[in-house]
């Protein structure tokens, strides 16, 4: 079965950067996108961009240009996305979720980075 | 990019009642797509291309609409399916955009 395991917990200090991950098993990792979600506290959903192991191409949000940058591994059937200049407007939880035949199916059970001095 | 506006922003239902709620494009899409999501989890897919169920989703649960104008329907409300909902787009891509969430509470 389709699961995406992303990593733990964060706590980063103003101005720092914090690189997530989203491990992928049960399907063929290379072949489908990986998409990004932030969620702020008590508020909605908010795209940041996607990633397609494939090839490595990348589409972002214009919005999250130059604040978040999107890596695979197909080695290890991981994606990363990586959160830098951290503010407290970064302090989310941070999804990742697979793309299949333009559906959001699976999603990872999310990351909560907490930018605080 | 295409905004998506959902209403009402909260609403409240007893069991057994009929509930819909509505996502309002700002320009015409041609499909919707619909998530449910719970206090401390990750968003679940609940309907695509505008009116097909996902997998394991309820048949009480629908969807409908087009153009600028989409719905999503509980035939009969449940305990269960209180909840935030929220639509999303990508027919104006990038960026995939989402509603702001209907949040449905049991009365």
């Known amino acids: 079965q389709v699961q995406l395991q992303q990593s733990g917990p964060e706590l980063v200090k103003p101005g720092a950067s914090v690189k997530i991950s989203c491990k992928a098993s049960?399907?063929?990792?290379?072949?489908?996108?990986m998409n990004w979600v932030k969620q702020r506290p008590g508020q909605g959903l908010e795209w940041i961009g996607r990633?397609?192991?494939?090839?490595?191409?990348?589409h972002y949000n214009g919005k999250f240009k130059g604040k978040a940058t999107l890596t695979a591994d197909n080695s290890s059937s991981t994606a990363y996305m990586q959160v830098s200049s951290l503010t407290s407007v970064d302090s989310a939880v941070y999804f990742c979720?697979?793309?299949?035949?333009?559906?959001?199916?699976?999603w990872g059970q999310g990351t909560s980075v907490t930018v605080s001095s | 990019q295409i905004v998506l506006t959902q209403s009402p922003a909260i609403m409240s239902a007893s069991p057994g009642e009929k509930v819909t709620m509505t996502c309002s494009a700002s320009?015409?899409?041609?499909?919707i797509y619909w998530y449910q999501q719970k206090p401390g989890s990750s968003p679940r897919l609940l309907i695509y291309?505008?009116?097909n169920l996902a997998s394991g989703v309820p048949v009480r649960f629908s969807g409908s609409g087009s153009g600028t104008s989409y719905s999503l329907t509980i035939s009969r409300m449940e305990a269960e399916d209180a909840a935030t909902y929220y639509c999303?787009?990508?027919?104006?891509?990038?960026?995939?955009?989402f509603g702001g969430g209907t949040k449905l509470e049991i009365k």
């Open positions: 979720a697979r793309n299949y035949d333009n559906i959001m199916d699976y």
């Open positions: 049960g399907y063929a990792f290379s072949t489908s996108w």
């Open positions: 990633i397609y192991p494939g090839d490595g191409d990348i």
């Open positions: 320009s015409s899409v041609s499909y």
């Open positions: 291309d505008t009116s």
């Open positions: 999303q787009q990508w027919s104006s891509y990038p960026p995939i955009t």
